[in-house]
T-cell receptor, first 113, second 115 residues
Framework: NAGVTQTPKFQVLKTGQSMTLQCAQDMNHNSMYWYRQDPGMGLRLIYYSASEGTTDKGEVPNGYNVSRLNKREFSLRLESAAPSQTSVYFC????????????FGQGTRLTVV | AQSVTQLDSQVPVFEEAPVELRCNYSSSVSVYLFWYVQYPNQGLQLLLKYLSGSTLVKGINGFEAEFNKSQTSFHLRKPSVHISDTAEYFCAVSGRSFGNEKLTFGTGTRLTIIP
């Protein structure tokens, strides 16, 4: 039971570099999410995808882009990394209903120097 | 809009003592409430949830929470904590109306168990 798988687990980038965080779920969930976790700020929603083919901005979308490649995969791209994007990133998925439990990946710890 | 407030950022508790982690929410519509736990260097996992019905809900690892609509609270409790309960705990809310379906998280409470 893989659940939600994120790659990579750790990454160090230089300011201005780009990278893509990958996320895949094997639970046939409709909705997928990207959060960032910063000390004292909890989890903040970056982007989400309510269903295959749709994406929408969350609370903190600036500096990020996403792609819902298919029902299983949802990637997050940083086009030009900034130190303010140093954070732990979590991908999550659920059925899309507000009653539905969210399942989280193990996280990606990103440092931008 | 909906929001969640976790007033205590850190809670130290002696092993085998009881603990209460506080959560208050704000929403103009009916809500669903969740507690998630994050063990060190891991993702979040569901501890328990309130959807409807009995206001006292029981979760994994001996935790329980009580939904109080008049006080807009959903406090998490455990009568006797163990070292393995050391983790960060997040309260979250989702709402029934369009635009409020997504989970909104509190800032988290770090629970430290003192041997």
């Amino acid at each position: 039971n893989a659940g939600v798988t994120q790659t990579p687990k750790f990454q160090v980038l230089k300011t201005g570099q780009s990278m893509t965080l990958q996320c895949a779920q094997d639970m046939n969930h409709n909705s997928m999410y990207w959060y960032r976790q910063d000390p004292g700020m909890g989890l903040r929603l970056i982007y989400y995808s309510a269903s295959e083919g749709t994406t929408d901005k969350g609370e903190v979308p600036n500096g990020y882009n996403v792609s819902r490649l298919n029902k299983r995969e949802f990637s997050l791209r940083l086009e030009s990394a900034a130190p303010s994007q140093t954070s732990v990133y979590f991908c999550a998925s659920n059925w899309g209903s507000p009653l539905s439990e969210a399942f989280f990946g193990q996280g990606t710890r990103l440092t931008v120097v | 809009a909906q929001s969640v407030t976790q007033l205590d950022s850190q809670v130290p508790v002696f092993e085998e003592a009881p603990v209460e982690l506080r959560c208050n929410y704000s929403s103009s519509v009916s809500v669903y409430l969740f507690w998630y736990v994050q063990y060190p260097n891991q993702g979040l996992q569901l501890l328990l949830k309130y959807l409807s019905g009995s206001t006292l809900v029981k979760g994994i690892n001996g935790f329980e929470a009580e939904f109080n609509k008049s006080q807009t609270s959903f406090h998490l409790r455990k009568p006797s904590v163990h070292i393995s309960d050391t983790a960060e705990y997040f309260c979250a809310v989702s709402g029934r109306s369009f635009g409020n379906e997504k989970l909104t998280f509190g800032t988290g409470t770090r629970l430290t168990i003192i041997p």
